[in-house]
Nanobody, 120 residues
């Protein structure tokens, strides 16, 4: 069964850090992080090609968030530093076996259920 399972969310004070994890059932060509605030559109945060090479960061997180990947563990990470209240959102992992779709959530074939991040 192909799936993605996110973890690592929680509550943190502004300026703090969190590391999100996304464990995949297999290796994918492209994996990505998205986030969504209720009532707003889902935003693409960052993507990573197999091997950990990032292809995209949203302007709102550049310099603060870093994507990394442990292929041996089929795990994608999102390292979030200098967190701001506006980073509060549900964070989702997405993956595709053949292509990267940047910030286009609908393009990714496999999507996780999300983990909540709250910054106060």
């Amino acid at each position: 069964h192909v799936q993605l399972v996110e973890s690592g969310g929680g509550s943190v004070q502004a300026g703090g850090s969190l590391r999100l994890s996304c464990v995949a059932s297999e290796n994918f060509y492209c994996m990505a992080w998205f986030r969504q605030v209720p009532g707003e559109e889902r935003e693409g945060v960052t993507t990573s090609l197999s091997g950990g090479k990032s292809t995209y960061y949203a302007d709102s997180v550049k310099g603060r968030f870093t994507i990394s990947q442990d292929s041996a563990k089929n795990t994608l990470y999102l390292h979030m530093n200098s967190l701001k209240p506006e980073d509060t959102a549900m964070y989702y992992c997405a993956a595709d076996p053949w292509s990267c779709y940047g910030g286009d959530w609908a393009g990714y074939k496999i999507r996780g259920q999300g983990t909540q991040v709250t910054v106060s």
